[in-house]
Nanobody
Framework: QVQLVESGGGLVQSGGSLRLSCAPS????????MGWYRQAPGKQRELVAV??????????KYADSVKGRFTIARDDAKNTLSLQMNSLNPEDTAIYYC?????????????WGEGTQVAVPS
């Protein structure tokens, strides 16, 4: 069973930065799409950023609310997925989840981390 372990969350003042990391128990090359989702209190989980695998060009997609502030990246050498978050504001407060999927013989499998808390007080 694939595991995804997030790290890097914490408390940061408005305008500050944080860098989240996700360490999978399998090689990055075994995954297709990887990304970050977040869930704020009382709200549904939403997509923050996603990146496709190298074969499909490493295409990045961001939620409109984070464009220009957040950057997703896959580091093959370190076997990690990261999310650099700049200019944080209170609306970014949420639990951030690492996500990955695999397609094996046309069967799709989704994997989630347990989440890391990001808090930006108003």
């Amino acid at each position: 069973q694939v595991q995804l372990v997030e790290s890097g969350g914490g408390l940061v003042q408005s305008g500050g930065s944080l860098r989240l990391s996700c360490a999978p128990s399998a090689s990055l090359f075994s995954f297709n799409d990887m990304g970050w989702y977040r869930q704020a209190p009382g709200k549904q989980r939403e997509l923050v950023a996603v990146i496709t695998d190298d074969i499909t060009g490493g295409i990045k997609k961001y939620a409109d609310s984070v464009k220009g502030r957040f950057t997703i990246a896959r580091d093959d050498a370190k076997n990690t997925l990261s999310l650099q978050m700049n200019s944080l504001n209170p609306e970014d407060t949420a639990i951030y989840y690492c996500y990955a999927n695999q397609y094996v013989l046309s069967q799709k499998s989704d994997y989630w981390g347990e989440g890391t808390q990001v808090a930006v007080p108003s």
